[in-house]
């Protein structure tokens, strides 16, 4: 029986989820697969994959805070509590700070829980909130999976959202460029439209990092999208997009730019009430990004949502978040 013929966008979209799944095996420091552990332990059997991300898994160190997303099968499995469960079904994820003694070292860890499908609605292009998408277009790594089926499915999910960033990139970026020009100009624009303590430079360490692996995503996600391009001798590439698409784009840019900011600050007061340890790990983060160290009253400890609007109106001032 001959084989069914498979399309240009479909065998380029089956190599770079190829790419991005052997991405995601990457060898971990022992440290980050046993807190992967001890996540999916905490699950009451409702966790299925524990991604790793961040500044750690392109250092290697164990210091600072290590960065999970916890992927579960339903949230009630995971809490147990039925506020918390709501809070995250209607404004994910929910954030969680977890402090595990791993060889008589103290692992920190900033943990993002959300259902999988949550997960997967997220690295839409169309979706409305960008930081998940732009997060997963960069490196990320399987710490702790289920098993094979939960990999596959992390792996699908994320090679939507390199191909949702390539989209924007294409339609934001500049006319022509080399692949790392289009992923640091989308990079610059999500990195606006968040209530950011990294400083603007924050994009060249992203580059800097597994460069040549932007390289050769960008084409790929372009083509599984559909997306005609051509390319020169020099390796400039020129994305086939009119005018009018572009204009549309920007429209639909300038709406995300504006709610994101807004939407970041809503979820800073949600993490008052979900965020175990929130407030000192914000502040940690804040001083570890921009040098700022800041002490909070005792009444902004004890009524976090009343205090929150000088705080940040006060980080904003200082530069500490932009």
């Known amino acids: 029986m001959t084989a069914p013929l498979i399309s240009a966008a479909e065998a380029a979209r089956a190599a770079l989820k190829a790419l991005l799944a052997d991405e995601l095996a990457l060898d971990l420091p022992d440290g980050v697969r046993a807190a992967a552990e001890v996540l999916a332990a905490r699950g009451h059997g409702s966790v299925n994959t524990v991604l790793f991300y961040g500044s750690n898994l392109r250092s290697g160190a164990l210091d600072g805070v290590l960065d999970f997303y916890v992927l579960v099968d339903s949230l009630r499995g995971w809490y147990r509590r039925r506020l918390p469960a709501a809070a995250n079904r209607v404004l994910p994820p929910n954030i969680l700070y977890l402090e595990h003694d791993y060889e008589g070292h103290k692992l920190r860890a900033k943990v993002a829980v959300l259902r999988s499908d949550q997960f997967l609605g997220a690295m839409a292009r169309g979706s409305l909130d960008t930081t998940m998408w732009a997060r997963y277009s960069q490196p990320a790594a399987i710490a702790w999976a289920r098993d094979g089926d939960a990999r596959d499915a992390a792996a699908e999910a994320i090679t939507e959202a390199v191909i949702s960033a390539s989209g924007w990139a294409a339609r934001l970026g500049p006319l022509s460029g080399r692949a790392?020009?289009?992923?640091?100009?989308?990079?610059?624009?999500?990195?606006?439209?968040?209530?950011?303590?990294?400083k603007a430079s924050r994009t060249d360490t992203l580059m800097a990092y597994g460069g040549e692996r932007y390289?050769?995503?960008?084409?790929?996600?372009?083509?599984?999208?559909?997306?005609p391009y051509s390319a020169d001798s020099e390796g400039r590439l020129q994305p086939q997009i009119d005018d009018m698409t572009r204009h549309a784009a920007k429209a639909g840019w300038a709406l995300r730019h504006g709610i994101g900011k807004p939407l970041n600050f809503i979820r800073l007061v949600k993490s008052a009430y979900t965020f175990d340890g929130g407030v000192d790990y914000l502040l940690w983060k804040i001083e570890r990004h921009s040098g700022l160290k800041v002490e909070l009253k005792p009444w902004q400890r004890r009524h976090p949502i009343l205090a929150a609007p000088g705080v940040l109106w006060m980080l904003r001032r200082k530069g500490a978040i932009r």
């Open 180 to 198: 790392r020009d289009f992923w640091q100009a989308l990079y610059k624009r999500t990195y606006s439209a968040e209530l950011r303590v990294e």
């Open 215 to 227: 390289d050769t995503v960008l084409p790929l996600a372009w083509t599984a999208a559909g997306l």
